[in-house]
Nanobody, 117 residues
Framework: QVQLVESGGGLVQAGGSLRLSCVASGDTFRLNAMGWYRQAPGKQRELVGTITRDGITNYAVSVEGRFTISRDNAKNTVYLQMNGLKPEDTAVYYC???????????WGQGTQVTVSS
């Protein structure tokens, strides 16, 4: 089993920055891609970005150039650096990690990010 714990959410003004962290524990050898999704009130969960074990990243168009995903494999941690935040970035942000053997996605509990205008 794998457990994911996020931290770093909060309230920030538009134009500000936040850094989210997600620490994986348990059978971390099973993991390949890690990344972040978000879900705003009344909307479906959407992909923010992913990073492979080798550091290859992929981002949603809406965050490209503002958000950066990084990863420390030794610490089993993935980060989401968010700059230039906008009110439309307000959402619960969920960390995920994919089992490289089964394709199953593990999920964190979510952390709230609120951007005020």
């Amino acid at each position: 089993q794998v457990q994911l714990v996020e931290s770093g959410g909060g309230l920030v003004q538009a134009g500000g920055s936040l850094r989210l962290s997600c620490v994986a524990s348990g059978d971390t050898f099973r993991l390949n891609a890690m990344g972040w999704y978000r879900q705003a009130p009344g909307k479906q969960r959407e992909l923010v970005g992913t990073i492979t074990r080798d550091g290859i990243t992929n981002y949603a168009v809406s965050v490209e150039g503002r958000f950066t995903i990084s990863r420390d494999n030794a610490k089993n941690t993935v980060y989401l650096q968010m700059n230039g935040l906008k009110p439309e970035d307000t959402a619960v942000y969920y960390c995920y990690a994919r089992n490289r053997f089964t394709g199953y996605n593990y999920w964190g509990q979510g952390t709230q990010v609120t951007v005020s205008s």
